[in-house]
C-alpha cells in the first residue's frame, strides 16, 4: 500500500467534525423576543436544558426550511431529516420567551418559547444543496375574499374583522407568506353574493384596486349534519389556479386550509429548484496532494460537510488520491456547499468506471469529478 494511502486511511477513522454552538443574541431590557421573518421561527419547548434545546432548533428549522421552499412536507425529503440533527450548526442567534395564558378552569398557564434565528445564506446553500424548491422573495400578499355564514346569512371578513379570519392569516405567516383583506365599503360589502357564487372574474374586478392581482376566495359554513365546510378558490392574474373543499369539526381549522390550499398553488407556480443531483456514493479525484498536511486539509473539509455520510479512501497515484464519497446530495448539491474555506475546489467532472480498493466495482451514482487542493 502506498505510504499517503495508508496515512489516509487513518486518518479518516480519527478524524471527527465539530458541531458550531449557538449562542443567545442580546435584547434590551423589557424586549419581547418573536419570530420575524422566512429565517425566524419558534417553537415550544419544556425547559432551556442543551438536551430541550437541541430537539427544538431542529423544529425551528424544519419550519424555516418549510418556510423557505413552501412545502409542509418538507421533513420527508431525502436527506432533511440527518441535517436537521445538526441544526444547531445554522443557528445565528436564540432566545426564550415565557407566554402566559388561561387555562379551561380559569387558573394562568405558562408556555416557554424558543425562539431560532438562523444564518439566511447557510440555510439557502442547504436548501440548494438538497435540492429543495426556493420560493423567493419578496413573497405575493394576495386579497383574502371570506365570507362566514354562522346561520344568520353570509358576511364579509373585512380589515374591521380580521380576528375573525385569524386562524387563516396566521397559517398564511407560518407557510412564509401574507395575505390582506379588503377595506369593507359598501360596494365591496355588496361583493358576498359573488363570493358565494364563487364569481372569479366579478372579485377580480373589485380586486383591481389592490396588489397584488391575486384573491383567495372562501366561503365558510356550517355543513349538514354538522362541522363546517370552507369551499376555496385561488386566483392570479384572472387564472384560476386551484379549487379544493375542507370539511372540520372546527371552524378554525376549515379556515386555516385555505391558507394551506394557497400557498401550495403559490409553491406549484412559482418556487424552483436548483439541480443538485442524485445521493448516494460519488466517486473524486484529488490533485495536489504534496504532503499529510494537504490531506489533513482536505480530510477537514470533506468531514465538516453537512452531506457527507461517509469517505472510502480508493487509490494514491504520486499527487493524485481518488475517494468514494457517500453523500446525501449529488456533486452539485455538494459542490455549493464546500465553502470559501474549503481546502480542495472543483476543476471539472468527466464519467470514469472503476474499482474498490479490494478490486470490487464501486457501486457510483455519477461519473467521477475531479477537485484541486487550494
Given at each position: 500500500?502506498?505510504?499517503?494511502?495508508?496515512?489516509?486511511?487513518?486518518?479518516?477513522?480519527?478524524?471527527?467534525?465539530?458541531?458550531?454552538?449557538?449562542?443567545?443574541?442580546?435584547?434590551?431590557?423589557?424586549?419581547?423576543?418573536?419570530?420575524?421573518?422566512?429565517?425566524?421561527?419558534?417553537?415550544?419547548?419544556n425547559s432551556q436544558a442543551d438536551s430541550d434545546r437541541s430537539g427544538a432548533l431542529a423544529?425551528?428549522?424544519?419550519?424555516?426550511?418549510?418556510?423557505?421552499?413552501?412545502?409542509?412536507?418538507?421533513?420527508?425529503?431525502?436527506?432533511?431529516?440527518?441535517?436537521?440533527?445538526?441544526?444547531?450548526?445554522?443557528?445565528?442567534?436564540?432566545?426564550?420567551?415565557?407566554?402566559?395564558?388561561?387555562?379551561?378552569?380559569?387558573?394562568?398557564?405558562?408556555?416557554?418559547?424558543?425562539?431560532?434565528?438562523?444564518?439566511?445564506?447557510?440555510?439557502?446553500?442547504?436548501?440548494?444543496?438538497?435540492?429543495?424548491?426556493?420560493?423567493?422573495?419578496?413573497?405575493?400578499?394576495?386579497?383574502?375574499?371570506?365570507?362566514?355564514?354562522?346561520?344568520?346569512?353570509?358576511?364579509?371578513?373585512?380589515?374591521?374583522?380580521?380576528?375573525?379570519?385569524?386562524?387563516?392569516?396566521?397559517?398564511?405567516?407560518?407557510?412564509?407568506?401574507?395575505?390582506?383583506?379588503?377595506?369593507?365599503?359598501?360596494?365591496?360589502?355588496?361583493?358576498?353574493?359573488?363570493?358565494?357564487?364563487?364569481?372569479?372574474?366579478?372579485?377580480?374586478?373589485?380586486?383591481?384596486r389592490y396588489a397584488p392581482p391575486m384573491q383567495l376566495v372562501g366561503k365558510l359554513y356550517?355543513?349538514?349534519?354538522?362541522?363546517?365546510?370552507?369551499?376555496?378558490?385561488?386566483?392570479?392574474?384572472?387564472?384560476?389556479?386551484?379549487?379544493?373543499?375542507?370539511?372540520?369539526?372546527?371552524?378554525?381549522?376549515?379556515?386555516?386550509?385555505?391558507?394551506?390550499?394557497?400557498?401550495?398553488?403559490?409553491?406549484?407556480?412559482?418556487?424552483?429548484?436548483?439541480?443538485?443531483?442524485?445521493?448516494?456514493?460519488?466517486?473524486?479525484?484529488?490533485?495536489?496532494?504534496?504532503?499529510?498536511?494537504?490531506?489533513?486539509?482536505?480530510?477537514?473539509?470533506?468531514?465538516?460537510?453537512?452531506?457527507?455520510?461517509?469517505?472510502?479512501?480508493?487509490?494514491?497515484?504520486?499527487?493524485?488520491?481518488?475517494?468514494?464519497?457517500?453523500?446525501?446530495?449529488?456533486?452539485?448539491?455538494?459542490?455549493?456547499?464546500?465553502?470559501?474555506?474549503?481546502?480542495?475546489?472543483?476543476?471539472?467532472?468527466?464519467?470514469?468506471?472503476?474499482?474498490?480498493?479490494?478490486?470490487?466495482?464501486?457501486?457510483v451514482a455519477s461519473g467521477a469529478a475531479e477537485y484541486r487542493v487550494k
Open positions: 500500500m502506498r505510504p499517503i494511502l495508508a496515512f489516509v486511511l487513518t486518518a479518516v477513522l480519527s478524524i471527527g467534525s465539530t458541531q458550531a454552538m449557538a449562542q443567545s443574541g442580546m435584547r434590551t431590557e423589557g424586549d419581547v423576543a418573536t419570530a420575524q421573518g422566512v429565517y425566524e421561527a419558534e417553537v415550544p419547548v423544529r425551528a428549522l424544519a419550519q424555516v426550511l418549510a418556510k423557505m421552499s413552501g412545502d409542509r412536507q418538507v421533513t420527508s425529503r431525502p436527506g432533511v431529516a440527518q441535517m436537521l440533527r445538526d441544526a444547531g450548526s445554522y443557528v445565528r442567534s436564540y432566545d426564550y420567551r415565557q407566554d402566559r395564558g388561561t387555562s379551561a378552569s380559569g387558573a394562568p398557564s405558562y408556555r416557554m418559547m424558543l425562539v431560532a434565528r438562523f444564518d439566511a445564506e447557510q440555510v439557502e446553500g442547504l436548501a440548494s444543496a438538497l435540492g429543495l424548491p426556493v420560493w423567493a422573495q419578496p413573497r405575493p400578499k394576495p386579497v383574502l375574499w371570506l365570507a362566514i355564514d354562522d346561520g344568520s346569512g353570509p358576511r364579509l371578513v373585512s380589515v374591521q374583522q380580521s380576528n375573525a379570519a385569524r386562524p387563516l392569516l396566521d397559517k398564511a405567516i407560518e407557510r412564509g407568506y401574507r395575505l390582506g383583506l379588503p377595506a369593507g365599503g359598501a360596494a365591496e360589502q355588496a361583493l358576498v353574493g359573488a363570493i358565494w357564487r364563487q364569481d372569479t372574474a366579478a372579485i377580480a374586478r373589485a380586486s383591481a356550517r355543513g349538514n349534519g354538522g362541522g363546517w365546510v370552507a369551499d376555496w378558490v385561488f386566483v392570479d392574474n384572472g387564472r384560476v389556479l386551484d379549487r379544493w373543499s375542507a370539511r372540520e369539526t372546527d371552524a378554525r381549522r376549515a379556515m386555516a386550509n385555505g391558507a394551506d390550499g394557497a400557498a401550495d398553488a403559490l409553491v406549484r407556480r412559482y418556487a424552483k429548484a436548483l439541480p443538485s443531483g442524485s445521493p448516494g456514493v460519488h466517486r473524486i479525484i484529488v490533485h495536489g496532494l504534496n504532503s499529510a498536511d494537504d490531506w489533513l486539509r482536505v480530510s477537514a473539509s470533506l468531514q465538516a460537510h453537512p452531506m457527507l455520510k461517509s469517505i472510502r479512501p480508493l487509490r494514491a497515484t504520486g499527487d493524485r488520491l481518488e475517494l468514494d464519497l457517500e453523500l446525501m446530495t449529488g456533486l452539485a448539491g455538494f459542490n455549493r456547499l464546500l465553502g470559501a474555506d474549503a481546502a480542495l475546489v472543483p476543476v471539472s467532472a468527466t464519467p470514469m468506471v472503476g474499482q474498490t480498493a479490494d478490486g470490487v466495482p464501486a457501486t
